[in-house]
């Protein structure tokens, strides 16, 4: 099972589009892994995780023939996730011969409205409306979307993702509710890969806040390796960086050698 990190940054981009921070300032120095687009990601070459304005940039540097992609997963719909005119590309004007001939979308009813606000809607797109916890299949793989800390009243999940292994894609939520912890307990699941929200990375955020920085991560996945869900071997990336956090890549890596997490990067494949 192959996993990609596309875009690793939070809304801003790393450095930020409009920034001038030393931080930003670096990075538009160093380049390479230090250059971040906004939030996606893409299992095997079927599975699109989110669909932020950056789809197309992210397509052409990876060599990813879109018209493929059978199934995509939203999260919510902050603009850095979800940028649902580019539906609008995948009608029988801009797009021909399609190998896939109909993506099917799952999301929250709030991105579904969106979707039909914009016209996005074809015999080429489909979408189904997702509940938390409601468990669903699409192609090989079954997919569970757990209530994320963020957006509380518009929809916004992380997954759980089963296919040959199974993958924790928990982006942009705050420390994962009780009820959460509770769910993976009692189903049993033990994750392969698990992909954090690290928004934050040491800037302080309590618990109940809407992202994540490395000690609201630790206590999770404490937690989580408490439960059983992780495994000495599991693959633990740390991802999704804000500019005001300086997410350089080697300040990453040195930040968490001892925890034993990866630092996720624009293009990073992962075989899991």
Same mark, same amino acid.
């Given at each position: 099972m192959r996993f990609t990190f596309l875009g690793t940054a939070a809304a801003e981009g790393f450095p930020a589009v409009f920034c001038n921070c030393k931080h930003c300032q670096e990075a538009r120095k160093l380049g390479g892994r230090n250059i971040r687009t906004r939030s996606q990601a893409l299992i095997n070459d079927d599975l699109l995780l989110d669909l932020p304005a950056d789809t197309y940039y992210h397509f052409l540097q990876n060599g990813i023939e879109g018209d493929t992609i059978k199934y995509l997963l939203i999260t919510h719909t902050h603009t850095d996730h979800f940028y649902p005119e580019e539906f609008l590309m995948r009608t029988d004007c801009f797009a021909h011969d399609m190998r896939a001939n109909t993506l099917q979308v799952y999301c929250c009813r709030e991105a579904y409205d969106m979707i039909e606000k914009v016209g996005g809607f074809s015999e080429n797109v489909n979408a189904t409306v997702i509940e938390p916890y409601q468990t669903f299949t699409c192609g090989g793989y079954t997919i569970t979307p757990l209530p994320a800390r963020h957006m509380i009243c518009h929809g916004a999940v992380f997954y759980i993702i089963q296919g040959e292994k199974t993958i924790l894609y928990a982006q942009d939520t705050g420390y994962f509710y009780e009820e959460v912890f509770d769910f993976i307990k009692k189903n049993g699941f033990v994750f392969?890969? %698990?992909?954090?929200?690290?928004?934050? %990375?040491?800037?302080?955020?309590?618990?109940?806040?809407?992202?994540?920085?490395i000690p609201n991560i630790n206590r999770a996945l404490e937690r989580l390796a408490d439960m059983g869900a992780l495994r000495d071997d599991t693959i633990m990336y740390i991802n999704h960086f804000s500019h005001n956090a300086n997410p350089l890549h080697h300040v990453l890596e040195q930040r968490v050698a001892e925890y034993g997490y990866q630092v996720s990067y624009d293009g990073c494949q992962v075989e899991i």
């Open positions: 392969d890969m %698990v992909s954090m929200d690290c928004t934050n %990375v040491d800037i302080p955020i309590p618990d109940d806040g809407t992202h994540m920085g």
